[in-house]
């Protein structure tokens, strides 16, 4: 096996988060669009979606083997967990938000706002109180490639709050092009959005914006952190130490809290998006466009696993 260093180096202080001899590893390959991995540390395994084949599949630390978890996902693109542990799923073809139970079953947590049907919804996060943050663009309404054509009933692409504990659902934010990956800081006192309108109309954003979060869910600000490309960003995910790390057009790119650009892991196709996983969530799973990669550095992810 020849040895290709994957890190780049833009800024020293990424150095801080490298590890020398470690190095981009091929997991997986053969998918459409990987999308929405998120880490069991009680399983040791991970789960991803492959849009376009509507499937969700499993990969396992300690063999190595890769199955099918659901056959049919529903389009299924972003996945997260609860504070319970139980998988929470966005889905394109029935444009809803669902909670996998202990049994397999499948509960519907947010399909409509005011009585419309949401677009498409695209990533999610739960905050420590049990809340789930999504993000609804249209991307899995504007073709039958990754759910299914309609149109738009709300008419706009918003970011929502749902609330278990009542059911209740809100529009958190509601002045983006295209809402797309999102992530809490490790206080929980900043939500980071990312917009992907760029993918589609080079002339919007492509960008990651800073929200301050309020007690009672409500967001204010909402500042451009910083600009992602090539491409636009799409997942990401945040450190212990508050660092950024964002899918782009030509790996992953890490930006500290402030937005400033350190280094990027090179990766040779597209990424969708990531997560970190593995004993010591120090192992960054990445789905490029077709294939699963991971490489472990010297961070921890923020998100309970």
């Not at 949401?118 to 049990?130: A, T």
């Not at 900043?190 to 760029?198: H, M, T």
């Not at 109309?201 to 909402?222: C, K, Q, Y």
């Not at 451009?224 to 790119?253: C, K, M, Y």
């Amino acid at each position: 096996m020849t040895y290709v260093d994957p890190f780049e180096i833009i800024d020293l202080r990424f150095r801080a988060y490298v590890i020398p001899i470690a190095w981009l590893e091929t997991l997986h390959t053969g998918m459409r669009w990987a999308e929405g991995p998120v880490w069991f540390a009680d399983m040791r395994c991970l789960i991803w979606s492959d849009i376009p084949n509507s499937r969700l599949l499993r990969w396992c630390e300690t063999s190595g083997a890769v199955d099918v978890f659901r056959a049919d996902s529903s389009f299924a693109n972003g996945n997260t967990r609860d504070r319970q542990g139980r998988l929470i799923t966005c889905e394109h073809r029935t444009r809803c938000v669902t909670r996998t139970e202990p049994n397999g079953s499948i509960t519907v947590l947010a399909e409509r706002y005011q009585g419309k049907r949401l677009n498409s919804p695209n990533d999610v996060v739960v905050k420590s109180d049990g809340t789930i943050w999504f993000t609804d663009p249209t991307y899995g309404i504007s073709a039958a490639y990754e759910g299914g054509k309609a149109e738009s009933e709300l008419g706009a692409q918003n970011v929502f709050r749902f609330d278990p504990r009542d059911g209740s659902l809100t529009i958190v934010a509601d002045d983006f092009r295209q809402p797309n990956g999102l992530a809490f800081s490790p206080d929980e006192r900043l939500l980071y959005i990312a917009d992907s309108g760029f993918i589609g109309n080079p002339e919007w954003p492509r960008h990651i914006r800073a929200f301050d979060v309020a007690g009672d869910g409500t967001l204010s600000g909402g500042r451009v952190l910083t600009e992602v490309s090539p491409h636009a960003p799409d997942g990401f995910r945040v450190d212990i130490e508050g660092n950024i790390w964002s899918s782009a057009g030509d790996g992953v790119h890490c930006y500290t809290p402030e937005g400033e650009l350190i280094g990027k892991v090179r990766v040779p196709e597209r990424v969708g998006n990531l997560t970190f996983g593995g004993t010591a969530r120090n192992r960054l799973f990445i789905c490029g466009h077709t294939s699963l990669y991971s490489v472990f550095v010297n961070a921890s992810g923020a998100q309970r696993p």
